[in-house]
């Protein structure tokens, strides 16, 4: 757990950080959507995945698993496709939806094309990963150490693209040898 | 508003399935607080709605879908839900669980509790949510496989979300173990529970749901559910833990064997020479390509295979279990480990048992080497040991009831009463369900387990895996250092009652809230005080913050699913061992020679259980003591209980 808080973001407000997002490594993924759940209590103080703001999309047939999660992006689509502006970066560089210009009307959801948001099906508000302002939930309760927080400089890049590579081979998109 | 207690979704369901109408109902305080959930809700339900006048395939049956308050809690390994009714395999009480994601989508859907009365004049399947629930026409799903099934519904209802637990071909035709099969390849898969929602011309129950669920005292209960966690986490289970998420229950083939419990050639013996090659390491070098796990489990016991090439290739499927590879591997003499892969798949996809199918096709192949069936029985299939052909012929006749797969298709005991003769002598069965996958003559406490379970010759309602796999830190802290000696000798019939008994309530718990068996029989890390622990901060029932309290409440389960059974006519005399694992020393293997001593380990089990030794019935004190007076009335109407 310690290895995780480590990476973790400085909670001190003002202090020089460089941005942060969460990586996932899909090869550790099982599956079991324990994040979904930290996530929900986290943010609503229930046991409700349907209120995650990190989705793990499944077929099972196919043996796809990809949890899904904010990719606190450079150039968000979702903030560009919010007409009350909304979405703003916060004092920790954070991708962040302020409840109270939110109208849900679902113009980041479908702007997004990382499922990295969504909306709220109680507030039917936007909802999306805010790194739980340092210690995010759900790298707490993966207990195969598949989320991390990385920052989004040369080896957070790498780390990423590493997760990505991994998917792309599983879902065929890169061809391994038979 | 809403249900005093938290960590349930407050609702349960009873559905009309004569009339088609769903009635939504508040959850009973008492239901929660004396009998927690899952296994222990059902066992007052059953009593309450069937008994002797019922037959398990009529609209007089109901089934009944139920969780527990850890079910999608974030407790590890809580993903898990059941099933329960009468059974149409062995008339008596029915319980099956399973793991997989449609347990917490049924609560988080707005339901505890599903029960399902009477039989649909259609094929139906019933749709919960978001607090609602109705039935929907399922005609164009009767007939198709579980995927079919499940992929169906989810495109109906355009959400690739739903979670689903469906009944396969098997369930519909009337195979006494039909099973019902959770998302792809989970199974709730014993005792036929398929079969009854056949009947009732149920195709399935689907679920989506964003309702949530609450704590009592949301920060008190992530803290003690972080030191269960932690205890998962402890060293002294590392190598138990790993081996689970790296082989799951595959690695039982080589450990089972090692000791001589291996079921072989239809239980003749328990060592089995071949066992490497349906083992842990060949399955996980060449044919496992995934980890995954149940909801919310950081054990992760579940493995994905494929088979790349030859006449079983197929694309990644959920592995068989243990007892899969047992049921159709040693248990037939088949050492060819990708037909096991196809004949676990197939069941599952046919959504049938594998366990029974495995064993009567076992017993099968046995009367074939004895000479009590022949070609002119099977229709001209050649059942010598091991012939994959043969096997696999007929589990699709067992599934549709053609020819001689209508004989097997009622299991081994009523075929072999059909058969005559001395097909009896081969029927492993313990009050009609066959044998699991262990072998008392091997491990004495298995006798017992299988004798007294109330479904039958199933290992998951007692099976001690103390003195079985070594733990003796366990032992000690449980039943005391000078009882350690004799409980841990795997071969010694002595203590064995008491720890049954003790590892009975256990599981009644385990059951109830409900969680895995993995975790609690191996490794034994949860115990009572895992209970006191955290159900009172996620419910807020305090009284189950008290031990006493806790015990109390696992005996009145196991009580009451005891009389439920006796109220149909079980009583010592049917908690007995089949001839074969009773009268025949083990023959070859580690376990060379042994045989249990039941009688011994019953005297024991019935004195501590509180049950009348000649009868196995329960003392009028007992009942009083655990609060099941209505139990002890009805009873004694029907003359079945006697002045102690």
Same mark, same amino acid.
């Given at each position: 757990?310690?290895?995780?808080?480590?990476?973790?973001?400085?909670?001190?407000?003002?202090?020089?950080?460089?941005?942060?997002?969460?990586?996932?490594?899909?090869?550790?993924?099982?599956?079991?959507?324990?994040?979904?759940?930290?996530?929900?209590?986290?943010?609503?103080?229930?046991?409700?995945?349907?209120?995650?703001?990190?989705?793990?999309?499944?077929?099972?047939?196919?043996?796809?698993?990809?949890?899904?999660?904010?990719?606190?992006?450079?150039?968000?689509?979702?903030?560009?496709?919010?007409?009350?502006?909304?979405?703003?970066?916060?004092?920790?560089?954070?991708?962040?939806?302020?409840?109270?210009?939110?109208?849900?009307?679902?113009?980041?959801?479908?702007?997004?094309?990382?499922?990295?948001?969504?909306?709220?099906?109680?507030?039917?508000?936007?909802?999306?990963?805010?790194?739980?302002?340092?210690?995010?939930?759900?790298?707490?309760?993966?207990?195969?150490?598949?989320?991390?927080?990385?920052?989004?400089?040369?080896?957070?890049?790498?780390?990423?693209?590493?997760?990505?590579?991994?998917?792309?081979?599983?879902?065929?998109?890169?061809?391994?040898?038979? | 508003?809403?249900?005093?207690?938290?960590?349930?979704?407050?609702?349960?369901?009873?559905?009309?399935?004569?009339?088609?109408?769903?009635?939504?109902?508040? =959850?009973?305080?008492?239901?929660?607080?004396?009998?927690?959930?899952?296994?222990?809700?059902?066992?007052?339900?059953?009593?309450?709605?069937?008994?002797?006048?019922?037959?398990?395939?009529?609209?007089?049956?109901?089934?009944?879908?139920?969780? %527990?308050?850890?079910?999608?809690?974030?407790?590890?390994?809580?993903?898990?839900?059941?099933?329960?009714?009468?059974?149409?395999?062995?008339?008596?009480?029915?319980?099956?669980?399973?793991?997989?994601?449609?347990?917490?989508?049924?609560?988080?859907?707005?339901?505890?509790?599903?029960?399902?009365?009477?039989?649909?004049?259609?094929?139906?399947?019933?749709?919960?949510?978001?607090?609602?629930?109705?039935?929907?026409?399922?005609?164009?799903?009767?007939?198709?496989?579980?995927?079919?099934?499940?992929?169906?519904?989810?495109?109906?209802?355009?959400?690739?979300?739903?979670?689903?637990?469906?009944?396969?071909?098997?369930? $519909?035709?009337?195979?006494?173990?039909?099973?019902?099969?959770?998302?792809?390849?989970?199974?709730?898969?014993?005792?036929?529970?398929?079969?009854? =929602?056949?009947?009732?011309?149920?195709?399935?129950?689907?679920?989506?749901?964003?309702?949530?669920?609450?704590?009592?005292?949301?920060?008190?209960?992530?803290?003690?559910?972080?030191?269960?966690?932690?205890?998962?986490?402890?060293?002294?289970?590392?190598?138990?833990?790993?081996?689970?998420?790296?082989?799951?229950? /595959?690695?039982?083939?080589?450990?089972?064997?090692?000791?001589?419990?291996?079921?072989?050639?239809?239980?003749?013996?328990?060592?089995?020479?071949?066992?490497?090659?349906?083992?842990?390491?060949?399955?996980?070098?060449?044919?496992?390509?995934?980890?995954?796990?149940?909801?919310?489990?950081?054990?992760?016991?579940?493995?994905?295979?494929?088979?790349?090439?030859?006449?079983?290739?197929?694309?990644?499927?959920?592995?068989?279990?243990?007892?899969?590879?047992?049921?159709?591997?040693?248990?037939?003499?088949?050492?060819?480990?990708?037909?096991?892969?196809?004949?676990? /798949?197939?069941?599952?996809?046919?959504?049938?048992?594998?366990?029974?199918?495995?064993?009567?096709?076992?017993?099968?192949? $046995?009367?074939?080497?004895?000479?009590?069936?022949? $070609?002119?029985?099977?229709? %001209?299939?050649?059942?010598?040991?091991?012939?994959?052909?043969?096997?696999?012929?007929?589990?699709?006749?067992?599934?549709?009831?053609?020819?001689?797969?209508?004989?097997?298709?009622?299991? /081994?005991?009523?075929?072999?009463?059909?058969?005559?003769?001395?097909?009896?002598?081969?029927?492993?069965?313990?009050?009609?369900?066959?044998?699991?996958?262990?072998?008392?003559?091997?491990?004495?406490?298995?006798?017992? /387990?299988?004798?007294?379970?109330?479904?039958?010759?199933?290992?998951?309602?007692?099976?001690?895996?103390?003195?079985?796999?070594?733990?003796?830190?366990?032992?000690?802290?449980?039943?005391?250092?000078?009882?350690?000696?004799?409980?841990?000798?795997?071969?010694?019939?002595?203590?064995?009652?008491?720890?049954?008994?003790?590892? $009975?309530?256990?599981?009644?718990?385990?059951?109830?809230?409900?969680?895995?068996?993995?975790?609690? =029989?191996?490794?034994?890390?949860?115990?009572?005080?895992?209970?006191?622990?955290?159900?009172?901060?996620?419910?807020?029932?305090?009284?189950?913050?008290?031990?006493?309290?806790?015990?109390?409440?696992?005996?009145?389960?196991?009580?009451?699913?005891?009389?439920?059974?006796?109220?149909?006519?079980?009583?010592?005399?049917?908690?007995?061992?089949?001839?074969?694992?009773?009268?025949?020393?083990?023959?070859? %293997?580690?376990?060379?020679?042994?045989?249990?001593?039941?009688?011994?380990?019953?005297?024991?089990?019935?004195?501590?259980?509180?049950?009348?030794?000649?009868?196995?019935?329960?003392?009028?004190?007992?009942?009083?003591?655990?609060?099941?007076?209505?139990?002890?009335?009805?009873?004694?109407?029907?003359?079945?209980?006697?002045?102690?």
């Amino acid at each position: 757990m310690d290895r995780k808080r480590e990476a973790g973001i400085p909670k001190k407000k003002g202090s020089s950080i460089l941005k942060k997002a969460l990586a996932i490594d899909n090869s550790r993924c099982t599956g079991c959507r324990n994040c979904e759940l930290a996530c929900s209590v986290e943010h609503t103080q229930t046991f409700n995945p349907r209120r995650s703001r990190i989705q793990v999309l499944k077929k099972e047939k196919r043996d796809i698993i990809m949890p899904v999660v904010c990719l606190q992006c450079e150039n968000p689509l979702c903030q560009e496709a919010c007409p009350t502006g909304a979405i703003h970066r916060n004092e920790e560089e954070i991708l962040t939806v302020n409840p109270n210009s939110c109208i849900g009307c679902g113009n980041c959801v479908n702007a997004c094309i990382y499922g990295g948001i969504a909306i709220d099906p109680i507030t039917l508000k936007a909802i999306k990963c805010d790194l739980c302002g340092g210690n995010p939930a759900c790298v707490e309760a993966c207990e195969y150490d598949a989320i991390s927080v990385v920052t989004l400089d040369g080896d957070g890049l790498r780390e990423r693209a590493q997760g990505v590579g991994d998917l792309a081979k599983k879902y065929g998109l890169v061809r391994e040898e038979a | 508003m809403g249900f005093r207690y938290k960590g349930y979704a407050g609702k349960y369901l009873d559905v009309d399935l004569d009339k088609g109408k769903v009635h939504i109902k508040d =959850m009973e305080e008492e239901w929660a607080l004396l009998y927690l959930g899952g296994t222990g809700i059902s066992s007052k339900i059953l009593w309450d709605r069937t008994g002797p006048e019922t037959h398990p395939l009529s609209p007089d049956n109901i089934l009944i879908v139920g969780t %527990g308050p850890l079910t999608g809690s974030m407790f590890s390994p809580s993903g898990r839900f059941m099933f329960s009714g009468m059974s149409p395999q062995t008339g008596i009480w029915a319980e099956s669980h399973s793991g997989g994601f449609f347990g917490p989508e049924m609560k988080y859907a707005g339901f505890d509790f599903i029960i399902l009365n009477g039989r649909s004049p259609n094929p139906v399947y019933l749709y919960l949510n978001d607090g609602d629930a109705e039935l929907k026409d399922a005609s164009d799903m009767w007939g198709r496989e579980t995927d079919t099934t499940t992929d169906m519904i989810r495109e109906q209802h355009k959400d690739p979300s739903i979670e689903t637990a469906t009944i396969g071909p098997a369930g $519909e035709n009337g195979v006494l173990y039909g099973c019902i099969i959770v998302d792809y390849y989970r199974a709730a898969g014993r005792t036929g529970l398929g079969t009854v =929602m056949g009947s009732k011309n149920v195709k399935a129950i689907a679920a989506s749901g964003a309702l949530g669920l609450e704590a009592h005292d949301m920060d008190a209960y992530l803290e003690a559910n972080e030191e269960e966690l932690a205890k998962v986490n402890d060293e002294l289970w590392e190598s138990s833990i790993a081996s689970l998420r790296k082989y799951g229950t /595959t690695d039982l083939v080589a450990m089972i064997n090692e000791i001589g419990r291996l079921p072989t050639k239809n239980h003749w013996t328990g060592f089995y020479e071949d066992a490497d090659d349906i083992g842990p390491e060949v399955i996980a070098n060449k044919y496992r390509i995934n980890q995954e796990a149940c909801y919310g489990c950081g054990i992760g016991c579940k493995y994905v295979f494929r088979v790349k090439e030859g006449r079983f290739s197929r694309g990644p499927t959920g592995g068989p279990e243990y007892e899969t590879l047992m049921a159709f591997g040693s248990n037939c003499l088949n050492n060819d480990i990708e037909s096991i892969f196809h004949l676990g /798949t197939r069941c599952d996809l046919l959504g049938m048992d594998t366990i029974s199918a495995g064993k009567t096709i076992g017993f099968a192949m $046995e009367l074939w080497e004895k000479g009590i069936i022949d $070609e002119e029985d099977t229709g %001209g299939l050649d059942l010598s040991w091991g012939n994959v052909d043969a096997m696999i012929q007929l589990v699709e006749m067992i599934a549709s009831r053609e020819g001689f797969g209508e004989l097997l298709s009622k299991g /081994t005991r009523q075929a072999a009463k059909a058969i005559g003769n001395d097909a009896w002598k081969y029927a492993v069965h313990v009050k009609g369900l066959e044998a699991s996958g262990q072998d008392p003559r091997a491990h004495q406490s298995v006798g017992l /387990t299988y004798a007294t379970n109330v479904r039958g010759a199933d290992h998951l309602r007692s099976l001690s895996s103390l003195e079985e796999l070594g733990y003796p830190e366990v032992i000690n802290a449980r039943f005391g250092k000078e009882k350690f000696e004799e409980i841990s000798k795997i071969t010694s019939p002595v203590h064995k009652g008491e720890v049954i008994k003790d590892i $009975e309530d256990l599981y009644a718990l385990v059951d109830s809230a409900v969680i895995c068996k993995y975790g609690t =029989m191996w490794p034994p890390i949860y115990y009572f005080d895992t209970f006191t622990n955290v159900i009172p901060p996620l419910t807020g029932m305090s009284q189950w913050g008290d031990p006493e309290f806790v015990r109390t409440a696992a005996e009145r389960i196991c009580h009451l699913r005891r009389a439920y059974n006796h109220r149909l006519g079980i009583t010592r005399e049917q908690e007995t061992l089949p001839r074969r694992l009773l009268k025949e020393p083990m023959p070859t %293997g580690p376990a060379k020679g042994g045989l249990p001593d039941l009688d011994y380990m019953l005297d024991e089990y019935y004195e501590l259980r509180g049950c009348d030794k000649e009868t196995g019935l329960p003392k009028k004190d007992k009942l009083r003591e655990l609060g099941l007076e209505y139990v002890y009335h009805d009873l004694a109407r029907r003359g079945m209980m006697q002045s102690y």
